[in-house]
Every structure is written in C-alpha cells, then in structure tokens.
C-alpha cells in the first residue's frame, strides 16, 4: 500500500479505470442489443398478435398455436387442391370428348332458298301468283232501320245500367 491515502486512490484509479472503461462498453452495448430487441418484439407482436391471443385465451405456448393454426391450413387446404386437380383432369377429358373429329372437306353445294326445304320453283311461283290474285273485299251488308233501334235502344239501357260516371262498353 502507498504511503498516504492519496497516492493509494490514484493508484486505484489508475489500475482499474481500464477496467471500468471496458465493462461500461460492454454495458452500453447490452443495453443497445436490450433496446433493438425491445423494437423487434414489437414488430413482430404485431404480426404474431392473434397467436399471442389465442395463446392467452386457451392457456398455451404461441408454438401450440401455431401448430394448430398449420394443422388447419393443412386438412382445410390439401383436400381442396385435391379437389381442384380432380376437377381440371375431368374437365380437361370432356373437353376431349365433345371437340369434333376433323371431318374431311365437303364439297359445298349451292343451293337457292327454296331448294333448301324441298321445293321446286314452279310451286313458290304458283302459290306468289295465288297470293297476289286474292279476291277483292265483299262489300258489307247495308242494316235496315229496324236493326238501327234496335241497335240504339241496347245502348240506351247500358247507359241506363252502367250509370253517368262508368266506363261505356263499346
């Protein structure tokens, strides 16, 4: 030990101010990593919140959560695709089927309309020339005066029976 109390805390001070140095690095650092995982926990409490809630809601770890939550995606999924995969193959072999065979060429024959339904030109000019030969209206029938009351006197009770407002049945 030194000889007075001064010289011994600055020997103190000299030997362990190293020392300090490094461990308030090393604490400067940890609390660095301390403050970068305190933000990564927080990003990814919002990406993972609905885990961390249903893990507190059934008492369970998020790993049992995460388990059930792939066990999901998987008998809800792969059936699905199954099914999607069955269902293109089925349609892909009807499509086969109903796609005509190539047929060879025909030779196209031109035909006028009326031969189409199996008629002859001389019936379609002989049912024209009946068409336009129609017979002219009959004139109608003069009505006596006495079909003319009779007429007048039946208008006259409708109006009697239907009242001033109704409607007039013609």
Same mark, same amino acid.
């Given at each position: 030990m030194p000889e007075n109390y001064r010289t011994a805390k600055r020997q103190l001070r000299e030997e362990?101010?190293?020392?300090?140095?490094v461990l308030n690095d090393q604490i400067l650092g940890i609390k660095q990593e301390v403050g970068d995982l305190k933000v990564g926990l927080i990003?990814?409490?919002?990406?993972?919140?609905?885990?961390?809630?249903?893990?507190? =809601?059934?008492?369970?770890d998020i790993d049992t959560v995460v388990k059930f939550f792939?066990? /999901? &995606?998987?008998?809800?999924?792969?059936?699905?695709?199954?099914m999607l995969v069955i269902a293109f193959n089925q349609a892909l072999i009807l499509r086969q089927e109903e796609t005509p065979k190539i047929l060879p060429?025909?030779?196209? =024959?031109?035909?006028?309309?009326?031969?189409?339904y199996g008629e002859t030109?001389?019936? /379609? &000019?002989?049912?024209?020339?009946?068409?336009i030969k129609s017979p002219e209206p009959e004139p109608e029938p003069e009505i006596q005066s006495e079909e003319i009351e009779e007429i007048e006197e039946i208008e006259e009770k409708k109006e009697i029976m239907l009242g001033k407002g109704s409607i007039k049945i013609v």
């Open positions: 362990y101010n190293p020392k300090v140095i990003e990814t409490g919002v990406d993972v919140g609905p885990a961390i809630y249903l893990a507190k =809601i059934f008492n369970t792939i066990f /999901i &995606l998987i008998f809800v999924f792969d059936p699905l695709a199954v060429l025909r030779k196209r =024959i031109n035909k006028n309309w009326w031969e189409i030109k001389d019936k /379609i &000019l002989k049912r024209e020339d009946i068409e």
